[in-house]
């Protein structure tokens, strides 16, 4: 069981906007540890999408968007494409147990 | 630009030990805030975290399997060690560019990543 919770799948219509959502399932103890976001597409190495909970990386559409509010983190997707089909992790820094992954939240466009 | 490629056996016997080495361009592995990690996953599960290792050498790895994983680093290249090979371990794996936050040495994220090396241990 992963510590960060994400949902299995969302689906969207094009041009709609989808919000995946990621709950660290444990209170955090200690210093903050920034959150990320992984995209694979089926076939491609996973892709940095977001990093230090809303920062995305350069040559990242805009289209891709994320907010923290307590211990959830949230990543936005506007103006759905079919080649945001994917799918979406999130992850963090767990301290004593490392780099830890959500299970992942399957996108259909 | 930063560039990482796996290599190492697609087939693994039960047993025995995988070697796994990520060759990489475009950053020195002797910069201060630059590690190196490995990722694994599964046929329809979940990205694994295997194992770290950071510009001081300093080296990180998942307590649950720890005590069969190794990682080290020569010129521009890191090797992962993993012994007692089972076929629940057959995976795609992954090594990856880290981004490590300084001074309090904390990994951040991981940025770009290989192609993948998939591996079937049977």
Same mark, same amino acid.
Not at chain 1, 14 to 37: A, E, H, M, R
Not at chain 2, 89 to 99: K, L, R
């Given at each position: ?33 920034? =959150? ?74 | ?117 998939? =591996?079937?241990?049977?």
């Amino acid at each position: 069981q992963s510590d960060l919770t994400q949902p299995a799948s969302v689906s969207g219509s094009p041009g709609q906007s989808i919000t995946l959502s990621c709950t660290k399932v444990k209170n955090d103890i200690g210093n903050y540890q920034f =959150v990320s976001w992984y995209q694979r597409r089926p076939g491609q190495a996973p892709k940095l999408i977001i990093y230090e909970d809303n920062l995305r990386p350069s040559g990242v559409s805009h289209r891709y968007s994320a907010s923290v509010s307590d211990r959830t983190s949230s990543l936005t997707i506007s103006g759905l494409q079919g080649d945001d089909e994917g799918d979406y992790f999130c992850s963090t820094f767990g301290g004593l147990t490392g780099v830890v992954f959500g299970a992942g939240t399957r996108v259909t466009v | 630009q930063i560039a990482l490629k796996e290599s190492g056996p697609r087939l693994v016997r039960p047993t025995q030990t995988l070697t796994l080495t990520c060759s990489f361009s475009g950053f020195r592995l002797n910069t201060r805030g630059v590690g190196v990690g490995w990722i694994r996953q599964a046929p329809d599960q979940t990205l694994e975290w295997l194992a770290l290792i950071y510009w001081n050498n300093a080296k990180l790895f998942n307590p649950s399997l720890e005590t069969r994983l190794a990682i080290s680093m020569s010129g521009n290249s890191v090797v992962l060690t993993m012994t007692k090979l089972d076929p629940i371990d057959t995976a795609t794996y992954f090594c990856a560019h880290a981004n490590v936050r300084t001074p309090v040495i904390t990994f951040n994220y991981f940025d770009p990543w290989g192609q993948g090396a998939p =591996v079937t241990v049977s």
